[in-house]
């Protein structure tokens, strides 16, 4: 209990971490100086203060932050190159990610925001029919296998998606993709699956296919974090391409990069 | 003499742009991992301490592009990763386990010393478990290295009571280091 005459703890932890101004700071010593029991409580308090600073530094794991500057310095040349309000809103727009500890599958929600280059059945998805949806697996599981296939979409759940973005496919003008890769721990649900154009405009289905390898990659390197990766695909995969490549557009190599055949 | 009044041209808006980023990332190394472990503290994963640290990072970059306040800079950048965590928190609908405890010391650090410390962090971090929430949060920021006034900005509380909060918790601790 503090005496009126004894100085406050609060001030004494003021003085102990340099937060008064020199003259507070002279007054408190002085008073210490001549009050054993100031001066004790000032001990006590100034102890258990470096203890537990010496316990807190001794649990700091190094975390060398070059793989984390390097991504941030590519989100803000993102955002520059974005206009003001466009960046604000999509690196800001917070994806739900919908986890159930019990639950075998999470579904990974986008931002669902429609802008103007987002059309029904384009190079990215309508978010409200495929928000993303992947298993819950580990980084080791997902790495494990060195060349993972896509699993082979059964033509009634490819025809399913057709007709929910109402499209009467031509043949060889779509692949029915996986919004967020099987490579990445994708499930083959509807919720996960979209009509891709083929070979319309530069963000292609074969664009993408070179992102998810280097997702891939990245993941399996430690560099990013597996559910990282597939909320980046899930929200914007020409975003997360445009970021990790560090380019504006597709690289000439990834346009003709071809892995999975055309929906026939 | 006639007065010729002298304005020196602006800088390009690209030399501005690009003085910001830099900037910002070295703010970014400096604070990148206090930031993280704190964030940490508030109840999300390593995973989503990362985004939200990078979110927060963002957020400064776009608030200095914009010539917003500078001051207790610090303090912005930890009460807004607070508030992105606890939003995210709050979206993952469940609180995630806090991630297994790091190792001990790093590896230089001979075993002796390793054991002293565990037990000594074991003892810690029981008090500091049993702590309110803001009185536990002033007490992690300010071993992050922040000044009062950041701790103040970034919980939005006064100096007085950031004082008052960590001379009680070093109290409580105090009563517990001095046992064996």
Same mark, same amino acid.
């Not at chain 1, 984390?68 to 003001?84: E, F």
């Not at chain 1, 978010?127 to 080791?140: F, I, K, M, N």
């Not at chain 2, 742009?17 to 964030?39: D, G, K, T, W």
């Given at each position: 209990?503090?005496?009126?005459?004894?100085?406050?703890?609060?001030?004494?932890?003021?003085?102990?971490?340099?937060?008064?101004?020199?003259?507070?700071?002279?007054?408190?010593?002085?008073?210490?100086?001549?009050?054993?029991?100031?001066?004790?409580?000032?001990?006590?308090?100034?102890?258990?203060?470096?203890?537990?600073?010496?316990?807190?530094?001794?649990?700091?794991?190094?975390?060398?932050?070059?793989?984390?500057?390097?991504?941030?310095?590519? #989100?803000?040349? !993102? *955002?520059?190159?974005?206009?003001?309000?466009?960046?604000?809103? /999509?690196?800001?727009?917070?994806? %739900? $990610? +919908?986890?159930?500890?019990?639950?075998?599958?999470?579904?990974?929600?986008?931002?669902?925001?429609?802008?103007?280059?987002?059309?029904?059945?384009?190079?990215?998805?309508?978010?409200?029919?495929?928000?993303?949806?992947?298993?819950?697996?580990?980084?080791?599981?997902?790495?494990?296998?060195?060349?993972?296939?896509?699993?082979?979409?059964?033509?009634?759940?490819?025809?399913?998606?057709?007709?929910?973005?109402?499209?009467?496919?031509?043949?060889?003008?779509?692949?029915?993709?996986?919004?967020?890769?099987?490579?990445?721990?994708?499930?083959?649900?509807?919720?996960?699956?979209?009509?891709?154009?083929?070979?319309?405009?530069?963000?292609?289905? #074969?664009?993408? !296919? *070179?992102?998810?390898?280097?997702?891939?990659?990245?993941?399996? /390197?430690?560099?990013?974090?597996? %559910? $990282? +990766?597939?909320?980046?695909?899930?929200?914007?995969?020409?975003?997360?391409?445009?970021?990790?490549?560090?380019?504006?557009?597709?690289?000439?190599?990834?346009?003709?990069?071809?892995?999975?055949?055309?929906?026939? | 003499?006639?007065?010729?009044?002298?304005?020196?041209?602006?800088?390009?808006?690209?030399?501005?742009?690009?003085?910001?980023?830099?900037?910002?990332?070295?703010?970014?190394?400096?604070?990148?991992?206090?930031?993280?472990?704190?964030?940490?503290?508030?109840?999300?994963?390593?995973?989503?301490?990362?985004?939200?640290?990078?979110?927060?990072?963002?957020?400064?970059?776009?608030?200095?592009?914009?010539?917003?306040?500078?001051?207790?800079?610090?303090?912005?950048?930890?009460?807004?990763?607070?508030?992105?965590?606890?939003?995210?928190?709050?979206?993952?609908?469940?609180?995630?386990?806090?991630?297994?405890?790091?190792?001990?010391?790093?590896?230089?650090?001979?075993?002796?010393?390793?054991?002293?410390?565990?037990?000594?962090?074991?003892?810690?971090?029981?008090?500091?478990?049993?702590?309110?929430?803001?009185?536990?949060?002033?007490?992690?920021?300010?071993?992050?290295?922040?000044?009062?006034?950041?701790?103040?900005?970034?919980?939005?509380?006064?100096?007085?009571?950031?004082?008052?909060?960590?001379?009680?918790?070093?109290?409580?601790?105090?009563?517990?280091?001095?046992?064996?």
């Amino acid at each position: 209990m503090n005496d009126a005459r004894h100085i406050d703890d609060s001030v004494l932890m003021l003085e102990i971490d340099g937060e008064l101004d020199s003259a507070e700071a002279a007054a408190a010593r002085r008073h210490c100086e001549a009050c054993l029991e100031c001066r004790e409580r000032r001990r006590l308090l100034a102890n258990a203060a470096e203890r537990f600073d010496a316990a807190y530094r001794s649990a700091f794991r190094p975390e060398p932050p070059d793989a984390s500057v390097a991504r941030l310095r590519a #989100r803000m040349a !993102d *955002a520059v190159r974005t206009p003001a309000g466009t960046a604000a809103k /999509a690196r800001f727009a917070t994806p %739900a $990610a +919908a986890i159930g500890a019990a639950a075998a599958l999470i579904i990974v929600v986008g931002a669902i925001e429609f802008s103007g280059r987002r059309a029904v059945a384009g190079p990215l998805p309508d978010a409200r029919l495929t928000p993303g949806l992947a298993h819950a697996v580990s980084r080791d599981r997902v790495c494990a296998d060195n060349t993972p296939d896509a699993p082979e979409i059964p033509s009634e759940l490819a025809a399913q998606v057709f007709r929910g973005y109402r499209i009467d496919p031509r043949p060889r003008a779509y692949e029915v993709d996986y919004l967020i890769s099987p490579s990445l721990g994708g499930a083959g649900d509807i919720r996960n699956l979209w009509p891709q154009p083929y070979a319309e405009g530069v963000w292609t289905s #074969r664009v993408k !296919d *070179a992102l998810e390898d280097h997702l891939r990659s990245l993941v399996c /390197a430690g560099r990013i974090e597996l %559910a $990282a +990766a597939q909320r980046e695909i899930a929200s914007d995969w020409i975003a997360a391409y445009q970021k990790y490549f560090m380019v504006d557009k597709p690289l000439p190599d990834h346009i003709a990069f071809v892995k999975d055949r055309p929906w026939e | 003499m006639e007065a010729v009044a002298l304005s020196l041209p602006e800088p390009p808006a690209t030399c501005v742009r690009a003085a910001v980023e830099r900037e910002v990332a070295a703010i970014f190394s400096q604070s990148h991992a206090p930031l993280a472990r704190y964030l940490k503290s508030v109840g999300i994963s390593s995973a989503d301490a990362e985004e939200v640290a990078q979110d927060t990072f963002m957020a400064l970059f776009l608030h200095l592009r914009a010539g917003k306040r500078r001051d207790n800079l610090r303090g912005w950048i930890f009460r807004t990763g607070r508030n992105l965590a606890l939003k995210r928190r709050q979206a993952n609908s469940r609180e995630i386990l806090a991630d297994p405890p790091p190792p001990a010391a790093g590896p230089e650090a001979c075993p002796e010393t390793n054991a002293v410390l565990a037990a000594e962090r074991q003892r810690l971090e029981a008090v500091v478990r049993a702590l309110p929430g803001r009185d536990r949060e002033c007490l992690l920021l300010r071993a992050e290295g922040l000044r009062y006034r950041e701790i103040a900005e970034t919980l939005d509380m006064s100096l007085g009571a950031v004082a008052a909060s960590l001379s009680k918790s070093f109290s409580r601790l105090s009563n517990v280091s001095d046992r064996p």
